[in-house]
């Protein structure tokens, strides 16, 4: 028998909780405080044992001196390119056909759709080789097209959109046909309407995962003014790998804008997310 | 497009890997010589060992924890939203961006060392190390992907009417019997999910070791992901990587089809 009565008990379990919870959260934030307090250092006192916490003195060049090293201007303009015309594209082709999925019968349509399923489980490494040599013969290494058009669908993104539209009734959809809407205006005034909350989880998801994608950047570009954030960050660390407080300064300026993004708009993210999960 | 950047690919990568290609000349047939070559290639073992302990050391642990982590999270308290936005975080930064960070963290003069300094007589090289980067790779990615199974995780939780725990608790059902009899069991489509995507984001992760170690030391965390681009684009054999890359491609799909077998079944025998 405990010796704790039930109320004691669950108040000590809150407790231990709540500890357990924090110390979770201590971790998860020292590496971002670590960058923070590094990235005002001097390259000397970066690295220490014991280290100092606070730099000694404030360095704030190392924000201002890399944009005279690299161009990260143009990193950060390429990476908001690509982003947003992946995302946008997406949203097109992947509502498109999980729309054409969900409310339309044709032949070859489960077969279809069964692929789509497949590839759903293949990796980038099992394609890559193909479709880098897809992209090589059309001219596309180094510039927008070979960077947004192979990343402009998604087997994920078909899949949520027609399990979301399976969900809207077709009646809808025949009334506005009978009131003379044609396919295009069904779909923009009848379902993306509708299906808003699925189509801003894939906004986001497909947002993200291309701001932080690395791989497929890293074949397609080789010049310097096509590189979008995570690559040009790699090649600052590759060059200055030894300048600490630098390379801590680009690599929060370029988390920055995510992290601003998901701190204005975490409630969307999370259930955009956990909509990714369930609808499986 | 579907069709030209996603089953496209497949089917040439399928064919590519019975042949030698280096992307200058014309693909040439090599019948199955690419995977016998593999067999008895000890490098390409040493990856599959590689990527075995990154893909199992990092989820399985991620797993527990993700899955604690939104049970803890899954009551009405204060704070809960910040405590949930803030794991999550990592999960949305980009993985070079980690990996940068996490780099100069376990360097010897880094954070890493520095905590433990009270234990330690001499500066641990956590990435130069054979033995020991393996496992720093493996920690920073359980850090980096717990948040994102938590809510998934959360998200099935939630589902879960909360009825069920109350006739339980009148049937007098201890927590840990609740946890067993009710959640677990209707919690199994989502864990179905976690489980299959985890594995494939794991053997797709490249950037961490390509950004951190670049494969090193002595090939220790040369995953199957970084080995097919390191063939194809380093040493230009077009048809070895794509026939690593169809390896990997069927492990996946046992894999699935294992486990989507394993709980079909399960449920069956509960209904």
Known sequence: MSILTGRQREKATAALVYALLTFGAVIVVLPFLYALVTSFKSQYEALQIPMRWLPSEWHFENYTEPFRRKPLVRYFLNSTIV??????LNLLTCGWAGYSFAKFRYKGQSALFLFVLATLMVPIQVIVVPLFTLVQNLGWLNTYWGLIIPAGTSAFGVFLMRQYIMGIPTDFIEAARIDGCGELRIFFNVIVPMAKPAFSALAIFIFMNNWNSFLWPLLVVQHETMMTLPLGLASFESNYSTNYGQLMAVSLMSAAPVLLVFAILQRQFIQGMALSGLKQ | MFVAFSLYPIIVTAYLSFTRYDMLTPPEWYGLGNYASLMQDPLFWQSVKATVYYVFGT????????????????????????????????VVMSMVVVAVIWKLMYHPFGLINNLFSFAITQPIGWLTDQRLAPLALVIMSIWKSTGYFMVIFLAGLQGIPTDYYEAARIDGASGWQQFCYITLPLLKPVTTFVVIMSLLMGLQEFTAQYVMTGGGPVGATRVLALLVYETAFNFLKMGRATAISMILFFVLLAITWVQLRVLGDREEAQA
């Open chain 1, 83 to 88: 982003a947003t015309c992946v995302t946008l």
């Open chain 2, 59 to 90: 989820y399985v642990p991620t797993w527990f924890l993700a899955l604690a982590i939104a049970l803890a999270l899954n009551r009405e308290f204060r704070l809960k939203g910040f405590f949930r936005a803030l794991y999550f975080t990592p």
